[in-house]
């Protein structure tokens, strides 16, 4: 089984993939949240927007997920996920540059094992959960200083999960590897309120422009 039949063979496990887009782009590999799948919603959506940014992505589910449990694995059995879905879309698709990333829980995978060395030439952290909501204490940033890679951080200003204030302290200590985008009105989804004038079209068309910003400025056009 490949990429092309659907599927990737992890170290826990075989997990269902999904490739958007043309593979002769840089490729995204796009983790999903921790209540969600590769088929997610929001995930799609947004994946259509990062292909027309100039990317293509390939979405994969958690081993917990393919086996249908709503517990996310440990962390250590998502980062070995991750690189192996890496693996397999360097030896199935040849891209040029590959960056990883996602969702939530999915976008604190990827970069812990950014941190820990995976190769990698960026990441791409959808919505990244900084704390758990209303738990301001408990800081998931310990590991972000040692990504050594350059970073599109994209997050909503209604997030319960990453407050601004914390994540503007966090940033001191980040550098300009670090580039933090705010979808202004956006929550933890990338949902608008309708009060708020936007639309979800009016927010993926943001996330589109902020990363062909980013790729443009580590030498990446499209």
């Not at 994969?60 to 991750?82: C, H, M, V, W």
């Not at 060395?117 to 704390?131: M, T, V």
């Amino acid at each position: 089984m490949s990429i092309a039949d659907g599927f990737v063979e992890t170290p826990h496990g075989r997990v269902t993939c999904a490739l958007d887009h043309r593979p002769d782009v840089p490729l995204l590999i796009c983790a999903h949240g921790a209540g969600g799948s590769y088929a997610d919603r929001t995930l799609v959506a947004v994946a259509g927007a990062l292909g027309a940014a100039g990317l293509a992505v390939l979405r994969f589910n958690f081993p917990y997920r393919e086996r249908k449990s709503g517990r996310p694995d440990p962390i250590s059995t998502l980062t070995q996920a991750i690189a192996a879905v890496a693996d397999a879309a360097r030896a199935d698709l040849h891209p040029p540059r590959i960056f990883l990333g996602g969702r939530s829980m999915g976008g604190r995978a990827a970069s812990m094992l950014a941190a820990e060395g995976g190769d990698c030439d960026g990441l791409i952290l959808l919505a990244y959960p900084l704390h758990p909501p209303g738990q301001t204490s408990k800081l998931r940033d310990a590991h972000l200083p040692a990504i050594p890679v350059p970073v599109l951080c994209l997050n909503g200003t209604r997030d319960t999960f990453c407050e601004r204030p914390l994540m503007d302290r966090v940033l001191e200590r980040l550098g300009a590897r670090w580039t933090m985008h705010w979808l202004e009105g956006a929550d933890h989804s990338f949902r608008v309120l309708k009060s708020s004038g936007r639309t979800e079209g009016d927010v993926l068309d943001e996330v589109r422009e902020a990363a062909r910003h980013w790729l443009g400025g580590i030498g990446i056009t499209h």
